[in-house]
């Protein structure tokens, strides 16, 4: 079956970074699609950055972009997401969401990934 463990979150300052871990268990990368989602405190659940592990791709929406890193560790069958510049704004749970699905192509539909972790706690303050 396929399973994802997310870990790495914890307190932040502003324009400080942290880095995320997604570790997928019952597939190799290389057949899959990895996702990171954001869900604010009061708010849905949008996604951050994803890739094709197919296709060797990757996206980012808007609030990602220029800030946010996606690098895979195949050996270990592990991807992370390494997070900078970090504002109160990007304070919430993270999840990380796989699927066999190509679901990362210029866009990111959460209800779509078929496993999902238990979420990391991210908060950003001073």
């Known amino acids: 079956q396929l399973q994802v463990v997310e870990s790495g979150g914890g307190l932040a300052q502003p324009g400080g970074s942290l880095r995320l871990s997604c570790v997928v268990d019952?597939?190799?990368?290389?057949?899959?699609?990895i996702g990171w989602f954001h869900q604010a405190p009061g708010k849905d659940r949008e996604g951050v950055s994803c890739t094709d592990r197919r296709a060797g791709t990757t996206y980012s929406t808007d609030s990602a972009k220029g800030r946010f890193t996606l690098s895979i560790d195949n050996a270990n069958n592990t991807v992370y997401l390494q997070m900078n510049s970090l504002s109160p704004e990007d304070t919430g749970v993270y999840y990380c969401?796989?699927?066999?699905?190509?679901?990362?192509?210029?866009?990111?539909?959460?209800?779509?990934?078929?496993?999902w972790g238990q979420g990391t706690q991210v908060t950003v303050s001073s």
């Open positions: 969401a796989a699927s066999r699905m190509r679901l990362c192509v210029g866009a990111m539909d959460a209800v779509r990934y078929s496993a």
């Open positions: 019952g597939f190799t990368l290389d057949v899959l699609t």
